[in-house]
């Protein structure tokens, strides 16, 4: 499953007192070295359109791939297309879901892998990579030929906004390669059989529960031991009422941020559910796999989830189940009722000590391609960041339908800025959605570690660009 577990606190400086088990992984995972603390030269677009990066074909590259929710089948696929260009280069494959395991002491002790989709449970976090200088910014990659049309550079090949969420303080650092959005899903078919409308306001949906729960159906569940899966839910509940300010204040660390009216309304919304008994029972306890499969299983009609949730399950679902997006329903006097978090997802990063940074910027330019980005699509039933790549997965279509207004595209960015508040947030919501504290307590638990972050020298900040 891709989740976002917390990972741990990432730096330079920490990195050395990995644990033993950690560097036992991790040094059997190595395969490429970068000549230590010794940063490696700048790359630079140069006028060859077929290679603009020279890269040197008989060089190793070394990718290491989260092996979740989307898998690795693509990423095969997309070596292959490099094999074929650099025949000569060995490419050194690692598919795992324990990212900070296997490549945290690698950083550490300047031997990172060249390709590194930094996702899921064991992520590194990205506010301490970029902080600490470990990742090489990705303008020469964007300045680049496309790969398809030496005419049109890769920047122009990708749909609007997809960059935001690897820019920090105006530097692309990661090439977020999945255009996601967080949902609510639902399953079509069990709907036009009870004919059930599905929800477009809060109120719709607390009317419905009552009707499911007739039908012996809870209408909720969620991973509770990851609740970070109630993180955009919580938050597109806030910015559809009170627009996307709301979050960007948030973003911001500005003073009273999480005791804004919409944030606390959103917050009593989510708590109503569990004071109304309409979150399937033991869901605080249960794990992604085991709220997927209640979902599966019919015993609710609700999840929040990722729009990966469909390849995911395509194995697993059951016959004639249609998996079916929706945005968050929104609250009375909503004025931003169709924000969503939607962007790019799945944070692909260059180090910049990577022994063949040429390959790494070359191997991201192969994957942007129409080419990748099908072969990408196609394997795992998601949107792609590159415009005019069409899938037939519906799923993807309907997901695309809910991300046509790019107005209504916000992705709260804190979480990923601050590890503290990430921290935080996670155990925050699971107690709210458990009725372990009540919205007052939530928001005010949320100001102070907000309130610590702002105060803090130590940690950088990071704005939006608008």
């Known amino acids: 499953m891709r989740k976002s577990s917390a990972a741990p606190n990432f730096s330079r400086r920490r990195l050395l007192g990995t644990t033993a088990a950690g560097v036992a992984a991790t040094s059997l995972a190595a395969c490429a070295t970068s000549g230590g603390d010794e940063d490696t030269e700048a790359v630079t677009v140069g ?61 550490a002790q300047g031997e990172p892998c060249d390709v590194l989709d930094n996702s899921g449970a064991q ?29 049109v550079t890769v920047r122009e090949t990708l749909r609007d906004g997809v960059l935001d969420a690897g820019t920090f303080n105006g530097k692309v650092y990661a090439m977020n390669y999945v255009f996601s959005a967080w949902t609510i899903w639902y399953d079509a078919a069990l709907f036009a059989d009870k004919g059930w409308t599905p929800p477009t306001t809060w109120d719709e949906m607390l009317a419905l529960c009552p009707d499911i729960q007739a039908e012996g159906i809870a209408p909720w569940t969620y991973a509770g031991q990851h609740p ?32 804004q009216d919409s944030v606390v309304a959103a917050a009593e919304a989510m708590y109503g559910l569990w004071e109304a ?39 697993i679902a059951p016959e004639g189940f249609e998996y079916a997006p929706m945005g968050v329903p929104h609250l009375e006097g909503s004025v931003q009722p169709g924000l969503i ?77 601050y590890t503290k508040m990430d921290e935080e947030v996670r155990p925050a919501l699971g107690g709210l959605m458990a009725g372990e504290i009540d919205p007052e307590q939530f928001v005010d638990r949320m100001q102070n570690v907000a309130d610590e972050t702002a105060e803090d020298d130590g940690v950088e900040k990071f704005t939006h660009e608008s």
Not at 81 to 101: G, K, N
Not at 284 to 306: K, L, R, Y
Not at 390 to 396: F, G, H, I, R, T
């Open 341 to 417: 978090s939607a962007g790019g997802e799945e944070p692909f990063v260059v180090p910049e000590k990577a022994a063949n940074k040429p390959g790494a910027y070359e191997y991201l330019r192969i994957m942007l391609s129409k080419q990748g980005s099908q072969i990408f699509g196609d394997t795992v039933q998601a949107a792609t960041i590159v415009k005019g790549v069409e899938l037939d997965n519906l799923a993807a279509q309907l997901t695309d339908e809910l991300v046509s207004n790019p107005d209504d595209l916000f992705q709260p960015r804190f979480r990923f800025w």
């Open 123 to 151: 992520q590194i976090p990205m506010d301490a990579l970029v902080s600490d200088g470990e990742l090489a910014e990705l303008t020469p990659l964007l300045d680049a030929p496309s790969y398809d049309d030496p005419n």
């Open 228 to 259: 970070v899966y109630l993180y955009d839910m919580f938050l597109m509940l806030a910015g559809r009422h009170g627009g996307v300010e709301i979050l960007k204040a948030i973003d911001h660390l500005e003073p009273h941020a999480w005791h």
């Open 47 to 107: 006028d060859d359109a077929e290679n603009p990066f020279g890269v040197d074909g008989s060089a190793p590259l070394d990718v290491v791939i989260f092996d979740g929710g989307f898998g690795d089948e693509y990423a095969v696929q997309h070596q292959e297309m490099y094999r074929s260009a650099f025949p000569d280069a060995e490419i050194a494959h690692l598919a795992t879901q324990a990212i900070a395991e296997t490549q945290q002491t690698r950083f």
């Open 277 to 315: 008994g309409y979150i399937l029972e033991g869901t605080p306890g249960i794990d992604h796999i085991q709220s997927q499969t209640a979902f599966n299983d019919h015993e609710a009609a609700f999840i929040p989830v990722g729009s990966w949730l469909p390849n995911e399950q395509k194995g």
